[in-house]
């Protein structure tokens, strides 16, 4: 047995306890840690101690006393570094500079006018160049880049499938990786979107009690993020969420994917594009202005959207039974105008015990989700989370 292996495992494991107490329920004083961590009081007065010269944990005034001495408050510093989220979709390149609790500092979108790989790499590092300029100072500087991508994407970060970019086991993990010099996170956009509504857009308290939750990205695909137990569901190989493939039409039109009648196809921006109507717009920003207008065929289409949201999003109650269901995207923005349908036809066909309890939301973060799931991606590494397999 490696005693002084197991020793530093499990002093990174409460290091990263008490700093995960301190991020997600600060202010606290040394005390109050060693009660809720269970860590003896001399443990977690070390621990702190290193995290405050990390940088990551700073003291702040005195807390109320239950007798004796005001214990001094203990704060996470979340201006200690900065991480990027990167959005990659089919039209654009979506980029934020954020601070370790998700804060963005500055935002920026690249139009992408093809998809060829390096392409989109060069576009990539131009919007994380154009970030790192603007970074402010800080201890630890970038730590990491997270990217959601809409596609498959293996455990090395390699794009194994993405039929909306037409691509096909592209290494962007390991290219971006070599390029920038700075520690890269790639998941599947819906993913890390998932992760962006539970740890940004709902507060500890919230966070606490959801349990199963999927998140639906309705854009120009449509991806669900799985949350079960708590944890990230992400299949046996890990491609698990590829719901804007499942058919729903078994004649239907012909999808990227090479299928036929795929829910994305009627439930996603593509809908745009294949209506018989004529419409202003071919992309939800740009469509919305007309809605808020009442412009006819643009109210028709959003509501026919909402409807085939409406059977997609039934058949993953029926299957999967989650607590919570949130729709994200840039769909989510068009709410005012899809939610009545989409709702209808749920609270219709939805087997009634799955609904009863069932909690529908439109996302909080809008169209950042992906882009700031992303930014917790690359910023979870560095806080000194291990995973432990049993």
Known sequence: MNVTGDQALVKKLNKSIVLERIRLHAPLSRAQLSSQTGLNKATVSNLVAELITDGLVYETGLGESSGGRKPLMLLFNSRAGFVLGIEVSVQYIKGALTDLAGTIETELTFSLTQHDPAFVMEQIRKLVQELIQVTPPSPHGIVGIGLGVPGMVDETGTVLFAPNLGWEEVPLRQQLEAELGLPVVVDNE??????????YGMDGDHRQL???????????????????DGKP??????????????TIDWNGRLCSCGSRGCWELYASEKAYVASTLKLPAHNTAELLPFAQQGEASTLSVLSDIGRYLGVGITNIVNSLNPGMLIIGGPLAEARPWLEQSMREVIDERALPYHRRQLQIRFSTLGSRSTMLGAAYAATAPFLGRVRVSL
């Open 210 to 228: 959801v349990r199963d939750l999927v998140y639906i990205s309705a854009g120009s695909g449509i991806g669900a993020g799985i949350i079960i």
């Open 233 to 246: 569901y992400q299949g046996a190989w890990g491609y698990a969420g590829e719901t804007g493939h499942m």
């Open 190 to 199: 819906a993913n890390v979107g998932a992760q962006g509504e539970l740890y």
